[in-house]
């Protein structure tokens, strides 16, 4: 299957931590993928973790993949306003680019 | 140096009308990709162009859509007629090679009424 879901909406406060979950179901993923989008604007991609990883980090960025539940989450530390956004948790299967994409997670960030 | 740029940002039309969506890539990239997010939905794989050479054209809903790439340059998607359910935001993205980085446009909004 090519499903890979999210929740739709996310808010935090300013400062706090931000986690935005991800579940896929093709265990065949080689890449996994996080998208910002942020208003009227295209998507831009945030960071990217292999598929025989189980962690990244970048910065604020924290990204965790578990394999066995096919569960990938994007953490932001310190999350600011300019973070509000909409993410995009998307897989890419073997070495060819079809990336399928979830249906994105707004977040909204408050002061 | 430009990135992907498309073209209408936004186009409103009636059911039954016609609307040609444009996409320049990045200059030099072979790879250039078509996809649609529906309101609210995940975004959708449409079709993959290696040149002007259809690659992939699996996620094309139906034949009401055309998409063309003569001269492997910039690429055109045609919804003739268009209907309700096709409004949604039309994302292309061109990448260097099949194995790159995706860069994104902007998308073009798309609204049929």
């Known amino acids: 299957g090519e499903d890979v879901e999210q929740s739709l909406f996310l808010s935090v406060r300013e400062g706090d931590s931000s986690v935005i979950n991800c579940t896929y179901t093709?265990?065949?993923?080689?890449?996994l993928y996080w998208y910002k989008q942020e208003p009227g604007a295209g998507l831009q991609l945030l960071t990217y973790i292999f598929s025989n990883m189980d962690m990244k980090q970048d910065q604020r960025l924290t990204v965790l993949l578990n394999k066995k539940d096919k569960h990938l989450s994007l953490r932001i530390a310190d999350t600011q306003t300019g973070d509000s956004a909409i993410y995009f948790c998307a897989e890419r299967i073997g070495g060819y680019q079809k990336v399928t994409f979830g249906t994105g997670t707004k977040l909204q960030v408050i002061p | 140096e430009a990135g992907v740029t498309q073209f209408p940002s936004h186009s409103v039309i009636e059911k039954g009308q016609t609307v040609t969506l444009r996409c320049d890539p990045i200059s030099g990239h072979d790879n250039l990709y078509w996809y649609r997010r529906v309101m609210g939905k995940e975004i959708k794989f449409l079709l993959h162009?290696?040149?002007?050479?259809?690659?992939?054209e699996s996620g094309m809903p139906n034949n009401r859509f055309l998409a063309e790439r003569t001269g492997g340059t910039y690429s055109t998607l045609k919804v003739q007629p268009a209907e309700l359910e096709d409004s949604g935001v039309y994302f292309c993205?061109?990448?260097?090679?099949?194995?790159?980085?995706?860069?994104f446009g902007e998308g073009s909004r798309l609204t049929v009424l």
């Open positions: 993205a061109s990448s260097q090679d099949s194995a790159g980085e995706l860069f």
């Open positions: 162009f290696v040149k002007e050479s259809k690659q992939d």
């Open positions: 093709d265990s065949s993923s080689t890449y």
